[in-house]
């Protein structure tokens, strides 16, 4: 979908990427009147039809209804009081409500991405689908452009910003001048085998299990559609896995007294994906800033990846807004070192869950005598239960 025969030859802020983190870039400026083009290189179709997270923070649930993209969600999301971490079949339940008086929001990812677009749609935000080669340029300067190719035309778009919302694959961060030297990172000797299907929950929460198997993780996107984790190795190909085999592991990893309520069916979807843990801390260069997955990654055991990137955003509209409306560029000089002070507790939690929550390879008696331990005290002690539930349902941005 673009603006009918016409492509936009100059912008405010044009953005590279149209997932979450652009299209919520995108309506957070549109509804303060500056103008932006989003530019993504796959089709509407692909786009909305990725597979991703579906636990929202409060505060990504605020800018949802903040730009007025919430009707939806509010209708079908499930509100979450708590969820439950079991170790070999002992559960704890983390209670949200009554830790901190917040819940969190159930609601997939790809549903916000197609309330997104259609909002694109119905104000008018040109989104330009199948952008292919994006070239970014002049961004040292105050007049940046981007080239890009749609239907074998070579286009230009002349901006004041250029906003790399284009994931951790994307062209953004590939050409933020010495953005590899401030990288860090942290590969996990595992990955997560997720499956989709049409089937009731098997809890009214989500599950978090460490089990001698490996970790599973029993979620949801609504009261009829679930979504289940194992973890497995980064070897692993998902056509060795046949939806049986799944369920059959499912069944083990989440405990021998609650398997009973877990409901079989077809897959939907089912894919392997890596874990790391990576930070750009240089998410800006000139008019470039970036933001989402293009600045960092989370292992998905902390819910942080989609969350991060609405902080981002948040961070980066609250700049620009700024510059436009005030001549106030202290937050765009800003922006990275607000970012990162919010990325790096995330990282923090989203490492301190899979390290209680999962079994590494060549784990000794000792790391795992840690892992109960970590559990039997988080187990007694409110206040610990309770530094869990604050970086759950998300820190204050
Ligand atoms: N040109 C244009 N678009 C591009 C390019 C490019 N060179 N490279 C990538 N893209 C597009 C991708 O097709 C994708 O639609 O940029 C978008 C990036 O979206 P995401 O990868 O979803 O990243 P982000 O918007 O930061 O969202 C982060 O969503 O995907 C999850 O795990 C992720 O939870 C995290 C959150
Ligand atoms: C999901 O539903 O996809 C999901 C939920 C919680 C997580 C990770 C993924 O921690």
């Known amino acids: 979908m673009t603006i ?12 590279i990427g149209g997932g979450v983190a ?3 870039l995108s309506q957070l400026l549109h509804v303060e009147g500056i103008s932006c083009v989003i530019l993504e290189r796959q089709t509407r179709a692909y786009t909305e039809g990725r597979i991703r997270a579906g636990v929202l923070e409060f505060g990504t649930v605020n800018l949802l209804r903040r730009v007025g993209v919430s009707e939806r969600m509010d209708k ?4 979450h009081e708590g969820f439950a971490l079991m170790d070999d079949g002992e559960s704890l339940r ?8 917040t819940d969190v929001m159930i609601y997939g990812q790809t549903e916000i991405t197609i309330d997104l677009m259609d909002a694109c749609e119905a104000r008018g935000t040109p989104l330009v689908f199948e952008a292919r080669d994006v070239v970014l340029h ?15 035309v070579t286009h230009r778009l002349d901006c004041d910003f250029i906003a790399g919302c284009d994931g951790a694959h994307g062209v953004s961060r590939a050409t933020l001048p010495d953005a590899a030297a401030h990288a860090v990172e942290k590969v ?8 989709l299907s049409d089937v009731p929950p098997m809890d ?27 973890q497995c190795d980064v070897t692993e190909k998902i056509e060795d896995w046949s939806d049986d085999r799944i369920w059959d592991e499912l069944e083990i990893r989440l405990g021998d007294t609650t398997a009973h309520r877990i409901t079989r069916g077809p897959s939907l979807e089912k894919s392997i994906a890596p874990l790391r843990s990576y930070v750009c801390e240089k998410m800006q260069h000139g008019r470039l800033f970036i933001a989402g997955d293009a600045a960092h990654i989370v292992p998905p055991t902390g819910a942080k990846g989609l969350n991060l990137a609405a902080s981002d955003v948040s961070y980066l509209a609250d700049a620009l807004i700024a510059h436009y409306k005030g001549a106030d560029e202290s937050g765009l000089n800003g922006y990275t070192d607000r970012a990162l002070n919010r990325i790096w507790k995330a ?51």
């Not at 009918?4 to 953005?15: G, M």
């Not at 002049?138 to 074998?152: I, L, Q, R, T």
């Not at 996990?188 to 499956?195: A, K, Q």
């Open 94 to 101: 983390i209670c949200l409500h009554d830790l901190v008086d």
């Open 76 to 79: 079908q999301g499930l509100r």
């Open 347 to 397: 990282e923090r939690f989203s490492w301190a869950m899979t390290q209680l929550t999962h079994r590494f390879p060549n784990m000794t008696t000792f790391d795992r005598k840690m892992q109960k331990a970590d559990l039997s005290y988080i187990r007694a002690s409110e206040a610990a239960q309770k530094a869990i539930a604050e970086n759950y349902i998300g820190l204050p941005y």
């Open 22 to 24: 652009g299209l919520m």
């Open 4 to 15: 009918p025969n016409e492509t936009p030859k100059k912008t405010q802020v044009a953005i």
């Open 204 to 230: 009214h929460e989500l599950i978090y299990s460490n089990h001698e198997r490996g970790f599973a993780l029993a979620s949801q996107r609504s009261l009829t559609r679930s979504r289940y984790y194992i």
């Open 188 to 195: 996990y000797p595992f990955g997560w085998l997720g499956i």
């Open 138 to 152: 002049d961004f040292d300067g105050d007049a940046p452009y981007v080239a890009y190719m749609k239907d074998g």
